[in-house]
């Protein structure tokens, strides 16, 4: 009885340290394909080209070359010639506003300490539409308040014109670009259709040069209004803060005038 109990325990003994070895075999094959499986996946990530993405300016560019230099080539010049004016009415309008309380307060300490001579002096030392305003409502004084008051409407009126100056040419440039835009959509798909008509075939090879190219011109004729309507309104939003500022002053100076009068 002892020596079977003591056989069946070698057997037992026996089968689990055998399949402890396949076991521990098995494992270690299955490590080593996963280590040869991760290495081809380095190798294969290795010898894969890198492709490098154009940056934004090298895309704007090829796609201006793309769209033709007859009509891409106006809408640059509409964009460059926008951008000169409105740059140029930004430097102005900046320079034309004033601190018209400041401006007010100056003026009417010089007419009562100097009278009109001093406070036409510091209107002509001082820069902006307010203060040449001021100095011909100052100017015509003597004549009595009434001339004083259309001086000032009318020569208002001047520094307004000279305030706008220019500004109708941002607003066409705004159009015409998206025009020229559109007109190269047309030309571009009429010489698509006419490359269908020679071939007598529907072939996309055919037509997707055209249509890429009038495609691009709308884009960047719209681009090109985009960016000058921005500029446009932020003119006009300037000017009309500086023809408000000018209109109260001026009636602030007549009022001034009135109460020297008295």
């Known amino acids: 009885m002892k020596k079977l109990l003591i056989a069946s325990l070698m057997a037992i003994f026996l089968s689990g340290f055998s399949a402890h070895a396949n076991f521990s075999s098995n494992f270690s094959s299955f490590i080593n394909i996963a280590n040869i499986t991760q290495d081809e996946d380095q190798m294969m990530v290795q010898e894969e080209p890198v492709v490098e993405s154009a940056s934004f300016t090298q895309e704007i560019k090829k796609r201006f070359i793309e769209g033709g230099p007859s009509f891409m080539g106006i809408v640059m010049l509409c964009l460059i010639l926008g951008l000169?004016?409105?740059?140029?009415?930004?430097?102005f309008l900046n320079l034309a506003t004033t601190n018209t309380k400041k401006l007010t307060e100056s003026v009417e300490a010089a007419l009562s300490?100097?009278?009109?001579?001093?406070?036409?002096?510091?209107?002509r030392d001082t820069k902006g539409p307010v203060a040449s305003i001021f100095y011909q409502g100052l100017d015509r004084v003597d004549e009595g308040v009434e001339s004083a008051e259309k001086a000032v409407i009318a020569y208002g009126g001047v520094q307004m014109g000279q305030l706008e100056k220019n500004v109708s040419w941002i607003s066409l440039f705004i159009a015409l670009a998206p025009m020229l835009g559109f007109m190269g959509t047309v030309i571009g798909m009429i010489q698509a259709f006419d490359k269908i008509e020679a071939a007598g075939d529907m072939q996309p090879s055919l037509v997707a040069g055209g249509i890429k190219v009038a495609l691009l011109t709308t884009v960047f004729g719209l681009i090109v209004a985009i960016i000058l309507q921005v500029f446009y309104n932020y003119i006009v939003a300037k000017i009309d803060a500086i023809v408000?500022?000018?209109?109260?002053?001026?009636?602030?100076?007549?009022d001034i005038l009135v109460a020297q009068k008295k």
């Not at 000169?84 to 430097?91: N, Y």
């Open 84 to 91: 000169a004016i409105s740059i140029e009415r930004i430097i």
């Open 113 to 123: 300490s100097g009278g009109v001579n001093a406070a036409k002096d510091l209107c």
């Open 244 to 254: 408000n500022d000018m209109e109260d002053a001026s009636i602030t100076l007549i």
